[in-house]
Structures are given as structure tokens and as C-alpha cells.
């Protein structure tokens, strides 16, 4: 089993500047789960999707951000401007169908924005 | 709200020395919580669900246990390689995503 997969691993982009972070969940896995980490807020939810169909944007903190999943083997989070204060490091997870908590996570996304 | 407390931020432990990571947590009702590992530059790893007061499970020298208000890791005998960021969630019987705290970093030195 592959695991996760993010792309880019790393990003460095000026302010404005639009960003798209990719991730393929582990194939089976009907969940998926965007969180984004900080040394200050730790790791909070952005967004997830049951069955390709996003249940909970709640987290998304603003107009700027959106995210997609168009497929069961592919989504996307989009931030377009780009701020510094955007910089961290992204994870993208997946999960089965009744495995409650056992979240599977990538290896992230960490984004830099000048 | 859901909240999760982690204590202490940080924990620096000599090898074979036995300790314990704290979780308290409060949420409306409480359907799981969960213990993760996370090295740098890795994303958390998942080590335990705990469902109910009274719960406990173990892996190696890793045991959880579960009150109604918090949960703990001890670590039994840790050795270097147990030296990483140990992440505690919960989750909410009304939501299906999880809330982290924002963990404890131990490092255990030879």
C-alpha cells in the first residue's frame, strides 16, 4: 500500500501568488481530511469529504481557500492570494469506512509564502 | 466546543525512565479518543482508540488509558527511538472529524 500522497512536499511562493497542494488517498478510503499544522495552532481541520462530497468546510478560514475532490483518488486545496500568514504545513489524511479515529496521513505539504 | 488539553509540552526522559502524558479533553459527547505519534517532518501516525471510562490498550511500552475527563500515555522503560511528538484527539458523537490537541514532545536520551 502506497500511503498517502501529497505533492509538493515543499513550496516557496510569493504573496498573491495562487497555490495548489495535491493529495491521493490511500485507494479504498471513502474519507478524506485536509489539516493544517502551526507551532502556534497546532493541527486544525480545514475541511473533509465523505464519499467525494465535502460534509464539513467549517474550518476553512476564508473565501481564499477552496479544495475539491472531483474523484476517489484525487483531491486538491487551492489558496488564491496567497498570504504569509498561509504559511505551514498542510496534511492531507484518509480513513476507511468505519474506523472511526485511525486516521491515515501524508508526509505534508509544508508551504512557505514570502 | 471541543476542546483538547495536552500537558506537559514538552518532556525530556533519560532511557528506562517510566513516565506519563496527559490529555484532558471536553466535548458534548465523547464517541473516541485517539493517541498519535509524529516525527519531524512526518505526518502523525495512529496508536490507540479509546472508546469508553475505564478503557486501556497497550503496544509495547506504550499503554493508554481513558477517564470521563482525560486520558493518559505512560511510557514504560522508554528507549531513544520513542522520542517524537505524541498528538491526543477526540472525537465528537456529532461530528466525524477529529480535534487535536497540541501535543507533547518527548525526547528520550540514551
Known amino acids: 500500500d502506497a500511503g498517502v500522497i501529497q505533492s509538493p512536499r515543499h513550496e516557496v511562493t510569493e504573496m498573491g501568488q495562487e497555490v495548489t497542494l495535491r493529495c491521493k488517498p490511500i485507494s479504498g478510503h471513502n474519507s478524506l481530511f485536509w489539516y493544517r499544522q502551526t507551532m502556534m495552532r497546532g493541527l486544525e481541520l480545514l475541511i473533509y469529504?465523505?464519499?467525494?462530497?465535502?460534509?464539513?468546510d467549517s474550518g476553512m478560514p476564508e473565501d481564499r481557500f477552496s479544495a475539491k475532490m472531483p474523484n476517489a483518488s484525487f483531491s486538491t486545496l487551492k489558496i488564491q492570494p496567497s498570504e504569509p500568514r498561509d504559511s505551514a504545513v498542510y496534511f492531507c489524511?484518509?480513513?476507511?469506512?468505519?474506523?472511526?479515529?485511525?486516521?491515515?496521513f501524508g508526509e505534508g505539504s509544508r508551504l512557505t509564502v514570502l | 466546543e471541543d476542546q483538547v488539553t495536552q500537558s506537559p509540552e514538552a518532556l525530556r526522559l533519560q532511557e528506562g525512565e517510566s513516565s506519563s502524558l496527559n490529555c484532558s479533553y471536553t466535548?458534548?459527547?465523547?464517541?473516541?479518543l485517539f493517541w498519535y505519534r509524529q516525527d519531524p517532518g512526518k505526518g502523525p501516525e495512529f496508536l490507540f482508540t479509546?472508546?469508553?471510562a475505564g478503557e486501556e490498550k497497550e503496544k509495547e511500552r506504550l499503554k493508554a488509558t481513558l477517564t470521563k475527563k482525560e486520558s493518559f500515555l505512560h511510557i514504560t522503560a522508554p528507549k531513544p527511538e520513542d522520542s517524537a511528538t505524541y498528538l491526543c484527539a477526540v472525537q465528537d458523537a456529532g461530528r466525524r472529524a477529529l480535534t487535536f490537541g497540541s501535543g507533547t514532545r518527548l525526547q528520550v536520551q540514551p
Open positions: 469529504f465523505n464519499n467525494n462530497v465535502p460534509i464539513d
Open positions: 466535548v458534548s459527547g465523547l464517541r473516541g
Open positions: 479509546l472508546y469508553s
Open positions: 489524511a484518509s480513513r476507511r469506512t468505519g474506523y472511526t479515529g485511525e486516521l491515515f
